[in-house]
């Protein structure tokens, strides 16, 4: 039902892009529906059926992702007004707009807050893949079998479909330590914040919320970089406060991907208290 729906907003939008397509047919315009190479004999339009899979893609990888990760970002610095204050100040150490390379390595801990909101609040809840051969997949501890034994590896066969539960790994205790399920970004800037399990993880900055492998997020980045603009602005000029103060219960509510909400209320929606920082 809700790839259904999706499609079907996806292909309103197609047909009302071009329909004014057609009342601009002299303008010139560079658009996922239209496609072309250099060479007039080579046309590389994209079909509609292609337009509307690029579509989705975008709805759901490029913007539903990242505004869930936003949420939670302004959520947690509500919640914890002391860690609020500390990134507000070493974003008001800084004179002026920074660049991106500026924004993307110059403030450790604003580095820290935004890669503690995506490894504790991963926009997805899960990656699946596809076997494309028999593998066994050795294990770091012993698993009981449903034989009621101990083994070491699990055997995979082709074609099998395999879940990776993506929060359950960024939160596991057993690779992030007894705090994995709180939100402290010092971890990230202290010696020994990173467990050395964690640090086996392969993924972008050991963790499984951009995936990895040959099919990582490609937009992870440009992702962390929307993020940590939004961030600037906002903590720079306003104080963040939960409406109903910071021990406020909050929940995950359903939608094609999972969004935190207030518990009780109906709705995918966090009212905050914002106020303008007066220095």
């Not at 994209?46 to 949420?71: D, F, H, K, N, W």
């Not at 082709?158 to 010092?186: C, H, M, Y």
């Not at 602005?233 to 104080?239: D, G, L, R, W």
Request: charged letters at 30%; one cysteine or more.
């Amino acid at each position: 039902m809700k790839y259904t729906k999706l499609r079907r907003i996806s292909a309103k939008a197609y047909l009302r892009r071009q329909k004014k397509r057609r009342k601009e047919v002299q303008m010139k315009e560079i658009t996922l529906l239209s496609v072309k190479t250099e060479d007039a004999e080579i046309d590389t339009s994209l079909t509609r059926e292609e337009v509307l899979a690029q579509m989705m893609t975008l709805l759901v990888a490029g913007y539903e992702t990242t505004a869930i990760s936003m949420t939670w970002a302004l959520l947690e610095l509500a919640r914890h007004p002391d860690i609020q204050q500390r990134l507000r100040e070493e974003i008001l150490s800084f004179d002026g707009e920074p660049t991106y390379d500026q924004i993307s390595k110059d403030f450790p801990y604003f580095d820290a807050v935004v890669h503690e909101i995506f490894r504790l609040h991963p926009a997805a809840p899960e990656m699946g893949r596809m076997a494309r051969e028999d593998d066994i997949i050795p294990l770091s501890q012993p698993v009981r079998n449903r034989c009621g034994e101990f083994t070491h590896n699990i055997f995979v066969a082709r074609g099998t479909l395999v879940s990776i539960p993506i929060p359950f790994i960024n939160r596991s205790d057993a690779l992030w330590g007894p705090d994995a399920k709180q939100f402290r970004p010092e971890r990230w800037l202290e010696t020994d914040g990173i467990t050395p399990q964690a640090r086996e993880l392969q993924g972008y900055r050991h963790l499984m919320t951009f995936g990895d492998g040959p099919k990582v997020c490609l937009g992870k980045l440009f992702a962390i970089a929307e993020v940590k603009t939004v961030l600037w602005v906002v903590v720079k000029n306003f104080v963040l406060e939960m409406r109903d103060g910071p021990n406020t219960q909050v929940e995950k509510g359903g939608g094609m991907l999972p969004r935190p909400r207030l518990a009780g209320e109906d709705g995918a929606k966090v009212p905050l208290r914002i106020k303008r920082y007066g220095g």
